[in-house]
């Protein structure tokens, strides 16, 4: 019998969540289960930051980006005595599972938690990335790609009025998802993504080919993870983060260099960054959050632990957190090559 359910935000913030909470809690007092919001994602769990979460804590949540809970990038298995933190804070707080919302680390995190320790948890898939697999959407990348393609649209119209190149770079670190749709959606000329090496050169010969044709203007859109075919461009090396993965972020005015350098043509660049994540949730985002935290409640009331609630077809289904996390969710090929067909 389920009657209490500790619930948390990890990784990176995104329009979405608050929906999801929202949504968790809502489902859970129809049963009666008593929910517990940790603060701060697993850093919370760790240091036992607990708050009620119930109708009147929730009220209002729908609409406003970013969670109520707080979030961290800390995990169980990076800190001191994390796991044994983890086991103690489901002890002291009587709970008889968790729901974890997060991005592929966390729900990794989560999944090796349930495995090795048999902590009872069921994910809840948000990322702007769009990279988790066995989900068709995660909560918050449709949300990024409607800000991405807004600042696509709003570059065409200076690009034009200046006859330039602008370069819009948008979040992506192994997986273009936002560039390839807002690409798409935006009217992109060139999308360069992690998945696709890109040569510079051969852009720059499609910009001059579209000069050459009397469109003296592009929007390439590039995202922050895009490499370049091996040889081809050097990329200034990125710093290291706390996590030892490279700190990534402006290789849009290293294109935008080459590309002066390859056309003649004047170009600018616009780096998004976190503007992508904030901001209040497009309506899809809200529902795909609100099937999720509802889904995700029925699973732990159905001992559905190890499992994730994930939207497949526009129905939310509950899928294996192994299966889950077991690779990065990639843009496929038939996807970029409708790109591809616009370029130009």
Not at 82 to 102: F, P, Y
């Amino acid at each position: 019998m389920v009657r209490r359910i500790g619930l948390l935000t990890g990784g990176g913030d995104c329009s979405g969540l608050n929906a999801a909470i929202r949504a968790v809690v809502r489902r859970a007092e129809k049963d009666n289960v008593s929910v517990y919001g940790f603060r701060n994602g697993w850093k919370g769990v760790l240091e036992q930051e607990t708050e009620v979460l119930d109708l009147m804590a929730t009220r209002g949540l729908l609409h406003r980006g970013g969670t109520s809970l707080g979030t961290s990038r800390v995990s169980p298995y990076f800190e001191p005595d994390g796991v044994q933190g983890v086991i103690d804070a489901m002890e002291v707080h009587r709970l008889d599972g968790l729901i974890v919302i997060g991005g592929e680390g966390t729900l990794s995190a989560s999944l090796r938690l349930h495995r090795d320790e048999g902590i009872p948890i069921v994910g809840i898939p948000k990322t702007i990335d769009n990279d988790v697999s066995e989900t068709d959407l995660s909560i918050g990348f449709l949300t990024a790609v409607q800000v991405a393609s807004e600042a696509a649209d709003r570059l065409h119209s200076t690009a034009e009025s200046h006859d330039r190149v602008m370069v819009l770079e948008v979040m992506g670190r192994h997986a273009g998802w936002i560039a390839t749709y807002a690409g798409i959606a935006g009217g992109a000329d060139a999308i360069l993504i992690p998945e696709v090496p890109f040569d510079i050169d051969g852009v720059a010969r499609h910009l001059r080919h579209r000069a050459g044709t009397g469109r003296d203007f592009s929007v390439v859109v590039v995202a922050e993870g895009a490499e370049p075919v091996p040889g081809t461009l050097e990329l200034p090396e990125s710093p290291i983060d706390e996590f030892g993965r490279p700190r990534l972020g402006g290789i849009g005015h290293t294109i935008a260099h080459a590309l002066e350098e390859r056309t003649g043509f004047d170009a600018r660049v616009t780096i998004l960054g976190h503007v992508q994540r904030g901001g209040g949730p497009s309506p899809v985002d809200r529902i795909i959050a609100s099937q999720m935290g509802v889904a995700a409640v029925e699973a732990a009331l159905d001992g559905a632990w190890g499992t994730m609630a994930a939207v497949q077809r526009f129905q939310a289904v509950r899928v294996s957190l192994e299966d889950a996390t077991r690779e990065l969710k990639r843009v496929p090929e038939s996807l970029y090559r409708v790109g591809e067909v616009f370029f130009g």
